[in-house]
C-alpha cells in the first residue's frame, strides 16, 4: 500500500523559513511527479510547485524565487525549501505523488507565517 507522508510545517514569522519533507512508502517503482498544494482557511487547494521527470521544476508565480523544490536522487522523497515566507503563505501544504496514472495523496501539514 503506498502511502505518502509530509512532515515539517511549523509556525514561523514573516521572512523565515522552512522546508517540507514528502516521502512516498510502499512503491516499488519510482515516482514520476511528487509535487505541493496548498490549502488555506476558506480557499480552494492551490498548486504550488512540481518536480517530473527528467528533472522539471514548475512553480505557481506567487512561490518563484522564494521557494525550491528538489528530488532526492533513487527515493521517493521531495523537499520544498520555503525562503522569506509571508503570512499570505499559512496554508495546509499537501504533498501528492503520481505513477503509472495513479496519484496519491498525504494528510498535509500545517504552516503558519506571523506577521
Known amino acids: 500500500q503506498v502511502q505518502v507522508a509530509e512532515s515539517g510545517g511549523g509556525l514561523v514569522q514573516a521572512g523565515g523559513s522552512l522546508r517540507l519533507v514528502c516521502v512516498v512508502s510502499g512503491s516499488p517503482l519510482p515516482m514520476n511527479a511528487m509535487g505541493w498544494y496548498r490549502q488555506a482557511p476558506g480557499k480552494q487547494r492551490q498548486f504550488v510547485a512540481a518536480w517530473r521527470h527528467g528533472d522539471l521544476k514548475t512553480y505557481v508565480d506567487s512561490v518563484k524565487g522564494r521557494f525550491t523544490i528538489s528530488r532526492e536522487n533513487t527515493e521517493n522523497r521531495v523537499y520544498l525549501e520555503m525562503n522569506n515566507l509571508k503570512p499570505e503563505d499559512t496554508a495546509v501544504y499537501y504533498c501528492?505523488?503520481?505513477?503509472?496514472?495513479?496519484?496519491?495523496w498525504g494528510k498535509g501539514t500545517l504552516v503558519t507565517v506571523s506577521s
Open positions: 501528492g505523488a503520481g505513477q503509472s496514472g495513479m496519484e496519491f
